[in-house]
């Protein structure tokens, strides 16, 4: 049986405060800095040489947060303090919201601050400072932390009959792949703009051997049985990121416009079936709980311990054993799955 729990940690894009700094206003001349001493009306340019890094960071069950040992910028061990999330306005109107992130060291100054933008920026752009959040910071990180199928999505349920994810309701039972039928506990639903790191992965049918496309947020993992280990993971049973797998032709990531996604809990972290696509569930971390809603807090405590009982993941595949022309082909080939006729 698979034990299909993340550990919680992450690695997520951000780009340094140097990449976005202020051209216009009582800061000009400034690189972006944490909300205390921002000030609204301010305007910004975002770096035309900004180069993306990845941040690895790890949470404890208390809500802790710090860089991650396999990091690509900051200290490992250093102390996160997500600080803000502000809002920005561009010449046509269009707002774009960034995360603001600081580093902290031993001492409990700033050693350093990033930005994590949730739609794409562009270079020489007056992007005008119209908001700024202190307290919505970490609704916004769990967000990012939500593992989403989208409206549309088959889901299969225990009587083995499909049904659209949007008519799914609360006490509906969902086939598992570990323990059998098992009841919705909660289903989240939003809808935001398909951009940066929430435009959806598409896995288009026959990818996977998939009947039709599946579509799901970047960071969903899906659980793929190998008859033979064909990428080196050392196992069979492997959990790959669907951002991982885009090859540019059969799984593409679909960015513009709006997508609606849906998030479902169970008492456990479990395997279900998407599009015939074994696919995981929202799995409530440090990271993902701040985006449950308030009146779920007793029973996330009284009856979902195996959310956390179950704190690492053998499974999971690295970005680097997916790392070839077209690893979804190789994994499909490996399960000895034919493509729906």
């Given amino acids: 049986m698979i034990s299909a729990i993340a550990q919680p940690a992450a690695s997520i894009p951000v780009f340094r405060a140097r990449d976005l700094s202020c051209v216009h206003g009582a800061n000009e001349g400034d690189e972006l800095t944490f909300a205390d001493d921002l000030i609204p009306d301010d305007t910004y340019w975002f770096s035309e040489g900004a180069t993306q890094a990845r941040l690895a960071v790890e949470s404890s069950e208390a809500g802790d947060i710090w860089v991650g040992d396999e990091t690509g910028v900051g200290t490992p061990g250093a102390s996160i303090h997500l600080d803000s999330c502000l809002t920005f306005m561009s010449p046509d109107g269009t707002t774009s919201e960034v995360l603001v992130l600081v ?75 570990d323990n059998g039928a098992q009841a919705v506990r909660w289903i989240g639903h939003s809808t935001v703009r398909a951009v940066g790191e929430f435009a959806p992965i598409v ?64 008492d456990g972290h479990e395997i279900i079936y998407a599009e015939g696509i074994a696919a995981e569930t929202l799995l409530v971390d440090t990271r993902s709980r701040p985006a449950l809603p308030p009146e779920l807090d007793a029973t996330l405590a009284r009856a979902l311990p195996e959310h956390t009982a179950r704190a690492h993941l053998k499974f999971e595949v690295p970005k680097a054993l997916l790392d070839t022309p077209d690893a979804a082909a190789t994994l499909r080939r490996a399960s000895g799955r034919t493509l729906p006729h």
């Fill in 203 to 266: 896995i288009t049918a026959g990818a996977l051997s998939n009947e039709a496309d599946l579509i799901v947020s970047p960071d969903h993992r899906l659980f793929i049985y190998q008859r033979e280990d064909a990428i080196g993971a050392g196992h069979r049973e492997v959990l790959v990121k669907a951002r991982h797998l885009v090859n540019g032709d059969t799984i593409v990531q679909q960015d513009g416009g709006f997508v609606e996604y849906y998030q479902l809990l169970f």
């Fill in 103 to 177: 580093e902290v060291d031993p001492n409990g100054n700033a050693a350093a601050v990033y930005a994590l933008p949730l739609s794409p920026l562009s270079a020489k752009t007056d992007y005008t400072l119209v908001g700024i959040d202190a307290e919505d910071a970490a609704h916004k990180f769990a967000e990012l932390a939500c593992l989403s199928f989208t409206r549309g999505t088959m889901i299969t349920m225990a009587s083995g009959r499909q049904k659209r994810i949007e008519t799914l309701r609360v006490g509906d039972r969902v086939l598992t792949r």
